[in-house]
């Protein structure tokens, strides 16, 4: 039965590497000129089967390197070309238990980045389709499919297999065909005009449905295929590229039509894929058309045309043996022989294929034995180094913190040495340096107290200086009571009430500087208490409760701060007394202060008539001096302030100490 490739860039890109072979008298002279660096670089480049001739030439070498380089080198490099070695001549010698065992090895301990990363999991992916084992084989994709992606490198990206091809692989074409959807519709979006993408989703479909035994259905696919790629050949100047894959869809809807018994359609087609076929050298492609192709000629009574085929094929087998083509070659000439009615001739070639069939069963199956006993083996002598390798750390470890102590006990005693001899030396002068000494200390003592005694004269010139601008805002304050009872006019008096409690606010900020007896700073919890108490006293006003709070009454302000944080209390409960409880009798205004590390929160809160409808824009084009008072000082202290509603005025408040 033909096995099609489904993924044609992956066969024309496998097509220059299948058919190339290494000059082995030049890789010789390429060797032995290397050096040891070289040498080895060299035959990890190479694939081992190309090699397998020579490769005795090259193994005392390349073991003496080995030797040299796993016993005195720690080189990842080095040891991870020997692990690519090794795994190219396990996997071809079809050892695939040594190799899965021996990437996973490399990967945890010789890969140097995510290129050697990216061949572990490459040939893992081999190994594990070869040993049958599916989850492996999809994991070991998985990571190449991420670390492929991540490098953006086209030449490693050419290389993700899709999840389709291993479940096709594993015979698992049900999974096949919709996995095969899902990766179309994902990339269906940006490739949507892209004909080789398009003709090759629907060649895969087909084939899918052709080992499902579902003809029918693959036909339309191949069909759909076919038409796209006749398209392109009318203008496209890649000819041979597209009449190689246009050769290949019709080679495949070839064989959904013998399924159906539509023989006389599959023959041009087969026909066609056996010429393009032979133009690229895929033999075994154009083996399987010719067994086909006999196979439709016998089904049709046309022995004279199958014998043709049948001798082509058995010609081809012959330049390209494998057990596989021989194993149909045989059982086709059976069927050959039974439709000219030589049935003895029959009845020798089933024999033959029977034999062959069984050969290749029981050659499989010691393989398979054979690679699980490995596995056990190598497990094993993994297990062996893997103890050997930690009594040998173990004894390393212990050499080496000898060695250390000896290290660290004579640096000691030459460390002891050079000390006593400091000390003998410093010993002679010691008297006089105390001398000395005693002399700079009392200078020390002498020139602390002056400083002492110009910073207390300081402290306490300061501390006049705010009780002087105290005073003088006092008399500020006077003059303007002075002032004010002479004037008739009620709203000149309320502008001059407003600006005695803000200079009053400023004064109690000096008093509270010089009383408390240091000049720079004040506590918060103290100075607020003072400040409301006295514009409460101001306006003498029974029917409003004022409720103050505060969580931290030991936390201290500088001046920059408490002057412009005082003239904001002073406004805002100024204009609370003033303006909220107009129509209310009994107000309330809560104070609460909230200290968090360096953080504060004030927040002044009333339960009067609340901020009027337009309030917002007043905040940001204040139009009265109240609000544009607030907004300044906000900014002075470098504050956040957010105003609303909330069953009367609300501010809040928050600043940085």
């Known amino acids: 039965m033909k096995r099609t490739q489904t993924y044609l860039l992956v066969f024309l890109l496998s097509i220059s590497s299948a058919f190339s072979q290494v000059d082995n008298i030049q890789f010789l002279k390429d060797f032995k000129a290397a050096d040891r660096k070289g040498k080895v670089k060299l035959v990890a480049s190479v694939n081992f089967c190309e090699l397998k001739g020579i490769y005795p030439q090259l193994k005392d070498t390349l073991e003496l390197i080995r030797r040299k380089i796993f016993t005195n080198s720690s080189s990842k490099e080095a040891k991870f070309l020997f692990d690519k070695i090794d795994v190219s001549m396990y996997q071809c010698n079809k050892q695939y238990s040594k190799a899965a065992i021996l990437l996973e090895s490399c990967l945890s301990s010789h890969?140097?980045?995510?290129?050697?990363?990216?061949?572990?999991?490459?040939?893992?992916?081999?190994?594990?389709?070869?040993?049958?084992?599916?989850?492996?084989?999809?994991?070991?994709?998985?990571?190449?499919?991420?670390?492929?992606?991540?490098?953006?490198?086209?030449?490693?990206?050419?290389?993700?297999?899709?999840?389709?091809?291993?479940?096709?692989?594993?015979?698992?074409?049900?999974?096949?065909?919709?996995?095969?959807?899902?990766?179309?519709?994902?990339?269906?979006?940006?490739?949507?005009?892209?004909?080789?993408?398009?003709?090759?989703?629907?060649?895969?479909?087909?084939?899918?449905?052709?080992?499902?035994?579902?003809?029918?259905?693959?036909?339309?696919?191949?069909?759909?295929?076919?038409?796209?790629?006749?398209?392109?050949?009318?203008?496209?100047?890649?000819?041979?590229?597209?009449q190689f894959f246009k050769g290949l869809i019709e080679g495949n809807m070839a064989f959904a039509y013998t399924n159906v018994g539509e023989y006389k359609k599959a023959l041009p087609y087969l026909k066609s894929d056996i010429y393009y076929s032979k133009r690229v050298n895929d033999l075994e492609s154009a083996f399987n058309s010719c067994v086909l192709l006999s196979e439709c000629y016998i089904n049709l009574d046309q022995l004279n045309f199958a014998r043709q085929y049948v001798d082509s094929a058995e010609q081809i087998n012959s330049?390209?043996?494998?057990?596989?083509?021989?194993?149909?070659?045989?059982?086709?000439?059976?069927?050959?022989?039974?439709?000219?009615?030589?049935?003895?001739?029959?009845?020798?070639?089933?024999?033959?294929?029977?034999?062959?069939?069984?050969?290749?069963?029981?050659?499989?199956?010691?393989?398979?034995?054979?690679?699980?006993?490995?596995?056990?083996?190598?497990?094993?002598?993994?297990?062996?180094?893997?103890?050997?390798?930690?009594?040998?750390?173990?004894?390393?470890?212990?050499?080496?913190?000898?060695?250390?102590?000896?290290?660290?006990?004579?640096?000691?005693?030459?460390?002891?040495?050079?000390?006593?001899?400091?000390?003998?030396?410093?010993?002679?002068?010691?008297?006089?340096?105390?001398?000395?000494?005693?002399?700079?200390?009392?200078?020390?003592?002498?020139?602390?107290?002056?400083?002492?005694?110009?910073?207390?004269?300081?402290?306490?010139?300061?501390?006049?200086?705010?009780?002087?601008?105290?005073?003088?805002?006092?008399?500020?304050?006077?003059?303007?009571?002075?002032?004010?009872?002479?004037?008739?006019?009620?709203?000149?008096?309320?502008?001059?009430?407003?600006?005695?409690?803000?200079?009053?606010?400023?004064?109690?900020?000096?008093?509270?500087?010089?009383?408390?007896?240091?000049?720079?700073?004040?506590?918060?919890?103290?100075?607020?208490?003072t400040l409301i108490a006295q514009i409460c006293t101001s306006y003498e006003n029974e029917s409003v409760k004022v409720r103050f709070n505060c969580n931290n009454k030991e936390l201290v302000i500088n001046i920059d701060t408490a002057i412009p944080l005082g003239l904001l209390v002073n406004e805002i409960i100024t204009n609370a007394f003033k303006h909220a409880f107009k129509k209310t009798q009994h107000g309330i205004i809560d104070i609460n202060v909230n200290v968090s590390l360096k953080d504060v929160e004030l927040i002044i809160k009333d339960n009067g008539a609340g901020f009027p409808a337009n309030y917002k824009e007043s905040i940001d084009k204040p139009t009265s001096l109240g609000f544009e008072l607030i907004s300044i000082l906000v900014d002075q202290i470098s504050a956040n302030l957010e105003m609303k509603n909330d069953n009367g005025a609300s501010f809040a408040l928050n600043f940085k100490v």
């Open 111 to 242: 890969v140097r980045d995510i290129y050697d990363s990216l061949y572990c999991y490459l040939e893992l992916k081999e190994a594990f389709v070869n040993l049958n084992n599916l989850n492996k084989a999809v994991e070991a994709s998985t990571f190449y499919d991420k670390l492929a992606t991540r490098t953006k490198d086209k030449n490693y990206l050419s290389k993700i297999t899709k999840k389709s091809k291993i479940y096709d692989v594993f015979g698992l074409n049900q999974q096949a065909i919709v996995e095969r959807r899902k990766e179309f519709l994902e990339e269906y979006a940006i490739r949507r005009n892209d004909t080789d993408f398009l003709a090759s989703y629907n060649n895969d479909q087909g084939v899918y449905f052709n080992r499902i035994k579902r003809s029918d259905s693959a036909i339309p696919y191949f069909k759909r295929a076919s038409e796209l790629i006749t398209k392109k050949l009318s203008y496209s100047q890649k000819k041979d590229h597209y």
């Open 319 to 529: 330049i390209y043996t494998k057990p596989r083509m021989k194993l149909k070659l045989l059982y086709l000439q059976g069927e050959l022989m039974d439709a000219f009615g030589n049935s003895s001739q029959a009845v020798n070639k089933f024999k033959a294929y029977m034999s062959l069939k069984d050969s290749l069963s029981n050659r499989d199956k010691e393989l398979q034995l054979i690679n699980q006993q490995v596995a056990l083996d190598i497990q094993k002598k993994d297990t062996e180094l893997s103890e050997k390798s930690e009594l040998i750390k173990n004894s390393i470890i212990n050499e080496g913190k000898q060695k250390v102590f000896r290290a660290y006990l004579m640096t000691g005693l030459i460390i002891t040495i050079i000390l006593i001899g400091f000390l003998f030396y410093t010993n002679k002068n010691s008297k006089k340096r105390e001398e000395e000494l005693e002399i700079k200390n009392q200078q020390i003592q002498i020139q602390n107290k002056l400083i002492e005694a110009s910073l207390n004269e300081k402290e306490l010139l300061l501390r006049e200086i705010h009780h002087r601008v105290k005073n003088n805002l006092q008399i500020i304050n006077s003059v303007i009571n002075l002032q004010s009872d002479k004037i008739k006019n009620n709203e000149l008096n309320e502008v001059l009430t407003e600006l005695k409690g803000r200079i009053s606010s400023i004064a109690l900020t000096h008093q509270m500087l010089y009383q408390r007896g240091t000049a720079t700073s004040v506590v918060l919890f103290e100075y607020l208490q």
